[in-house]
């Protein structure tokens, strides 16, 4: 009795063989078909969820079960067109290999892109709810996760291929000197990343800044090499890792206040009024709802200046947002003017001013007491 493929083959004048191959090619391209329906099908279903987990499954799974259905149909089609091929001739060892490398690689994709989708959920997740999240860490995490499951590929394609991982390893050790020294550059950003990521002294979207360089912005991005920095004039600047673990950096975006340090000067001839002017800043502060008092707060007098009798305001407000700050100082420092005003005193003027405006009134004082000769001289030239 004569197989179907053997009647195809007697049909359409071909050899059996290439028929079997024709029909392998044929079925998993039915099967990449059949499997592009069901996943977009899926794809739709999980979009209209409210879990965003699903989402990541069917994105994960889209390319490497597509690459999966293609290797292994390839490498059956292999097996029936090898022996009768003076060309392409394939061991079955090599195909069997080849077989399986194909499954881990497409594992390894799988797990790798599912590792994003998770990481994408989780942040959308909790930004849907409102609540903090910190990226920095999650990022970290899905990187460790990523690069364990591709070591863990990387091992197994190993294994598959009887490479002796044992003497890889001790390779590498007599080559990991040369190529740390080459590399040492690389290798210190890359620990300087891992620095960042573990002690987590700022995070996206954190404003940082250093005292002794001249870095200061907004934080884009962190990479095991570099991180981005946004500056205020919206210029990126690419900080190397490494510099952190060396450089000064302050995170003002961590502050739990904001200060307000100002001195107002005072007239010197406003000196009998000075201690109720004081009094009533002190008590206008201090009630202030914007101020918090558990913080250092002082208003006092402090001392004598040049033409001015000196007013330290020191004081930290509540919030840490600096449009809100800048209204705050400047309601309180206008309403410190008041008070000086309500008490019949002014704000004095810098010494340099007075003594300019000094000098224009001496300068008229002057002109006035001397006597005007050209008057004198025209009088007695009528009298003569």
């Not at 149909?73 to 067109?81: E, K, S």
């Not at 061991?91 to 194909?102: C, E, H, P, R, V």
């Not at 690689?105 to 709810?129: H, Q």
Request: proline share 3%; charged share 25%.
């Amino acid at each position: 009795m004569e197989q179907p493929f053997e009647k195809l083959g007697n049909l359409a004048g071909l050899p059996v063989w290439l028929v079997e191959v024709f029909a392998i090619i044929l079925a998993a391209l039915l099967l990449e078909l059949v499997f592009r329906f069901l996943i977009n099908h899926l794809d739709r279903a999980a979009r209209k969820s409210e879990h965003l987990w699903d989402d990541a499954f069917v994105h994960a799974g889209k390319r490497p079960f597509s690459l999966l259905i293609w290797w292994q149909g390839t490498v059956m089609a292999a097996r029936v067109f090898s022996p009768r091929s003076d060309v392409f001739v394939f061991d079955t060892g090599f195909l069997n290999i080849a077989q399986q490398l194909g499954l881990v690689v497409a594992a390894t994709w799988f797990f790798f892109r599912l590792t994003n989708g998770f990481e994408r959920a989780f942040v959308d997740s909790r930004r849907r709810k409102n609540e903090h999240v910190d990226v920095t860490t999650v990022t970290a995490l899905a990187r460790i996760v990523r690069i364990a499951f591709i070591i863990t590929g990387t091992l197994t394609a190993l294994s598959v291929l009887d490479i002796p991982i044992s003497g890889l390893l001790a390779a590498g050790g007599v080559g990991g000197i040369a190529v740390g020294m080459a590399a040492r550059d690389l290798l210190a950003n890359f620990f300087g990343g891992f620095t960042v990521f573990m002690d987590r002294p700022f995070s996206v979207g954190d404003w940082v800044r250093s005292p002794d360089r001249e870095i200061e912005g907004i934080v884009e991005k962190i990479d095991w090499r570099i991180t981005t920095i946004r500056k205020f004039d919206k210029r990126p600047m690419y900080v190397p890792n490494a510099m952190f673990t060396t450089m000064t950096l302050e995170n003002p975006s961590r502050m739990s206040h904001r200060q307000i340090s100002a001195t107002i000067g005072v007239r010197l001839d406003d000196f009998d009024v000075i201690e109720r002017i004081v009094a009533d800043i002190r008590e206008y502060i201090t009630g202030h709802e914007a101020i918090d008092t558990t913080q250092a707060t002082l208003i006092n007098f402090d001392g004598y200046g040049e033409s001015a009798l000196n007013i330290m305001i020191y004081c930290f407000t509540k919030t840490t947002v600096w449009a809100t700050w800048l209204q705050q100082r400047e309601e309180i420092l206008l309403e410190a003017g008041r008070i000086i005003r309500s008490h019949g005193a002014r704000i004095a003027r810098p010494a340099r001013s007075m003594t300019v405006d000094l000098a224009g009134e001496a300068a008229a004082e002057l002109r006035r007491s001397i006597p005007d000769d050209s008057a004198k001289t025209g009088g007695s030239d009528r009298a003569g």
